[in-house]
């Protein structure tokens, strides 16, 4: 274990249990929800990078219903762990209008990027628009946004890296989540 992790908070068999359980529950609601029309082009899977690739890929192999899937890359942060203004430095390739999208994000923490992406998206005219989240952090909320799909909900401030999740760009390749010891953390 990387000398900053201070212990693990979910193992990888954690993670891969509570992907599968959002792949069947999507696919479930997608079938008989709002992707039903046989006319409507399939589900287009949006994976927020750098840090939903792992979800994103773990997800939609769980998920066992037609989709598409595309990628944005945000920029939202300055330092490691203090927000800025959000920036998109690639957009999606696939048209969305009239599609049902489903956004993948590895955390929702302050709610600013998603925020900005929903907006953005909305303009395009979605059929529907829905979030999944691998990490949910309402503790540190500052913008109230929908999310649809949660995998584990962090109760505290805590500040995690691995399965996507970084610390300066490293980490995101660890199998599980750990939480940064607080001598590592800015504050």
Known sequence: MPEIIERVLYSAADIARRVAELGS?????????????PY????????????ALPFM??????????????FMAVSSYQGRTSPG???ILKDLDSPVGARDLLIVEDIVDTGHTLDH????????????????????????????????YVG???RGKEFVVGYGLDYAELYRNLPYIGIVKPEYQET
Do not use: N
């Open 57 to 70: 890929a773990d997800l939609t192999r769980a998920m066992d219903i037609p989709l598409e899937y595309d």
């Open 25 to 37: 529950r999507i696919s479930q609601d997608y079938r008989e929800g709002a992707g039903r029309d």
């Open 152 to 154: 584990f909900t962090l």
């Open 85 to 87: 203004e959000v920036r």
């Open 40 to 51: 409507r082009r399939p589900l287009l899977v949006v994976g927020l990078l750098k840090g």
């Open 117 to 148: 992406i929903l907006r953005r998206l909305r303009v395009r005219d979605p059929a529907s628009l829905r979030v999944c989240t691998l990490l949910d952090k309402p503790a540190r909320r500052e913008v109230e946004v929908p999310v649809h």
